[in-house]
Structures are given as structure tokens and as C-alpha cells.
């Protein structure tokens, strides 16, 4: 099926490629190209999906567009002063399921995954739209901050440093893809961001 879908429709084909990739961990080793002159012109790879090759591994966007604020201000934050919210997974769930905290501030959120498998903190418009600054999984600082999902190991924790930039309600789940629908259950929570007038603002 796959070779049909290869030689008769190249660019659906591309697209899966290209979700594949998106959904891929960093870290991962990546395999040799497909072969045949349409995959070799187009340079067309395929990351190795083993996800235990970076047990901090993230799923970065495919394209630049994540939110930024000055150096200077970063800098003037003590990340031991910021508010720490954890939010539990337990059997799937996420708890508590409602996050709410202010705009233009920095905050230290941990996801700590108690259960015996793998577990993935996808919050796709969250990670876009607010500044982060840092992220952490099992105490090894990741390569990458502009991301979509983060990869949490079983019985682990992960450590998310940032500041809210845009107000509103970001949902996040239990979710590698980038893709929206795909190997989806639903929003397994939500983080609010209220409105506030004295925010710090976004890097120019």
C-alpha cells in the first residue's frame, strides 16, 4: 500500500513524511533516505521512532514561530521566587485538569507522570504563543524550547520554565502529534491565562 501511495500520489505521500518527522523526538538517529529518484531529489528521510534514544526527548514545530522575550529580561528572573504548579498523571489523567495563572509572569510547571509507561505533555498553542525558557525531563535539560509536545518517561518527572505572554485557554493532553485529531482522545486539561495590564512583553 505504501508503494502505491509512493508512485502514484508523491505528495500525499510527502505529507506523511512530514508528520512523521514533526511527531519524531530529537535525539533520534535518522535512517537512510527512501530510495528511488522522486525520494532522492526531494532528500526525503525518515527519523528512527525509538523514543528511548533521548529519554528527554522533545517534539520541536517544524517551523520557527515560537514567542521570545529579551535576554535582559530573562536574566533579572529568579526562577526560585516564580510560582511552581504540578500537575500529576496518574492512569492517563492529567491532575488538576484546570491550570490558571497570569499573564507576564514566570512560572515553573512540573508534569510528573506516575505511571508505568510513557507519557507526553502536548500543549501545541501554548508552547507557540508563551515564552519558554527552559524545559527539563528527568533532570537533563532538553536542546530545545520551540516544541509541541514534551516526552515524559514512566515513574519521571518533566520541568517546564516560562513566562505567559498571551492570555487565554490553552488545552493540552496525553499526545505526540502535531496533527490535530490524530491519535487523539480529547484535551486532558487546560491552562488559563488571565489578562493582566503590567505583563512583561514580548522581545521586539
Known amino acids: 500500500m505504501l ?23 530529537v535525539g ?8 528511488g529518484s522522486w525520494a ?21 514545530f517544524p517551523r520557527a514561530g515560537c514567542k521570545k522575550i529579551a535576554t ?4 533579572k528572573i529568579d526562577w526560585s521566587e516564580a510560582p511552581h504548579i504540578t ?16 499573564q507576564g509572569r514566570p512560572y515553573v510547571l512540573r508534569v510528573r507522570n506516575r505511571d508505568e509507561k510513557v507519557r507526553y505533555f502536548r500543549a501545541l498553542d ?9 524545559i ?9 524550547t520551540c516544541v509541541h509536545a514534551i516526552y515524559v518517561p514512566p515513574r519521571k518527572s518533566a520541568e517546564i520554565r516560562f513566562v505567559s505572554i498571551e492570555d487565554g485557554h490553552y488545552e493540552f493532553e496525553d499526545n505526540s502529534s502535531i496533527i490535530p485529531m490524530v491519535m487523539s ?8 491565562i488571565e489578562e493582566r495590564k503590567d505583563a512583561i512583553s514580548q522581545e521586539q
Open 3 to 25: 508503494r502505491e501511495m509512493f508512485f502514484s500520489k508523491p505528495i500525499v505521500f510527502a505529507a506523511m513524511l512530514f508528520a512523521l518527522n514533526a511527531c519524531a523526538p
Open 28 to 35: 533520534g538517529t535518522i535512517s537512510q533516505p527512501l530510495s
Open 40 to 60: 532522492e531529489k526531494n532528500h526525503l528521510m525518515l527519523n528512527d521512532m525509538d523514543l528511548n534514544i533521548n529519554k528527554f526527548a522533545i517534539s520541536p
Open 72 to 75: 535582559t529580561t530573562i536574566s
Open 87 to 102: 500537575t500529576v498523571i496518574r492512569a492517563g489523567d492529567f491532575v488538576p485538569m484546570v491550570i490558571r495563572i497570569k
Open 126 to 134: 501554548f508552547f507557540r504563543r508563551n515564552a519558554i525558557i527552559a
Open 136 to 144: 527539563t525531563v528527568d533532570g537533563e535539560k532538553a536542546r530545545r
Open 185 to 192: 482522545a480529547g484535551p486532558s486539561g487546560v491552562i488559563i
